[in-house]
T-cell receptor, first 114, second 113 residues
Framework: NAGVTQTPKFQVLKTGQSMTLQCAQD?????MSWYRQDPGMGLRLIHY???????DQGEVPNGYNVSRSTTEDFPLRLLSAAPSQTSVYFC?????????????FGNGTRLTVT | KQEVTQIPAALSVPEGENLVLNCSFT??????LQWFRQDPGKGLTSLLL?????REQTSGRLNASLDKSSGRSTLYIAASQPGDSATYLC????????????FGRGTQLTVWP
């Protein structure tokens, strides 16, 4: 089982460039989310989706866009990359998004913005 | 602002020791609490989920407890092994916020043979 798949694994961008981080899951999960992990800080929620066509902001949404056109995919778009967006990005999914539904994480995308 | 503190930040022990990792939180509205494991270059794997009505969960050599009144959770690892080396993170949710978890910074554990 593939679970949650993130691509690319590594990416280097220049300030001002845009890109899309891909996330796909094959578990038919309704809930998907994006977190970023920075050194010395806990993971922080960027955006989340409770189903196709529905998205909402998390704790740190500025500079990022998301869409959910299918149940399987939840891409994260950086509109104009900034050095402050250098981080490791994790996509996660769960069956319902309810608190007692365990989250499944991808292996992350390590992004560096110069 | 929710705050989750994990102590110690790093721990290095010989194989076979019993370990206790600590997680404390300031938010009184905690609902469920989870412990995750993160291996280098990998995502997080859920280890134990203590639901709102529970006080502890066990899985193999792992036992996690939750005391909401004192704002603390502990992860107990029995008979540690080198394969347990990883970063352990705790996270809680507030129940009403769909899927949103508030994470600690983690405890980096090294178990040497």
């Amino acid at each position: 089982n593939a679970g949650v798949t993130q691509t690319p694994k590594f990416q280097v961008l220049k300030t001002g460039q845009s890109m899309t981080l891909q996330c796909a899951q094959d578990m038919n999960h309704e809930y998907m989310s994006w977190y970023r992990q920075d050194p010395g800080m806990g993971l922080r929620l960027i955006h989340y989706s409770v189903g196709a066509g529905i998205t909402d902001q998390g704790e740190v949404p500025n500079g990022y866009n998301v869409s959910r056109s299918t149940t399987e995919d939840f891409p994260l778009r950086l509109l104009s990359a900034a050095p402050s967006q250098t981080s490791v990005y994790f996509c996660a999914s769960s069956y319902s998004g309810q608190a007692n539904s365990p989250l499944h994480f991808g292996n992350g995308t390590r992004l560096t913005v110069t | 602002k929710q705050e989750v503190t994990q102590i110690p930040a790093a721990l290095s022990v010989p194989e076979g020791e019993n370990l206790v990792l600590n997680c404390s939180f300031t938010d009184s509205a905690i609902y469920n609490l989870q412990w995750f494991r993160q291996d280098p270059g990998k995502g997080l794997t859920s280890l134990l989920l203590i639901q709102s009505s529970q006080r502890e969960q066990t899985s193999g050599r792992l036992n996690a407890s939750l005391d909401k009144s004192s704002g603390r959770s502990t992860l107990y690892i029995a008979a540690s092994q080198p394969g347990d080396s990883a970063t352990y993170l705790c996270a809680f949710d507030r129940g009403s916020t769909l899927g949103r978890l508030y994470f600690g910074r983690g405890t980096q554990l090294t178990v040497w043979p």
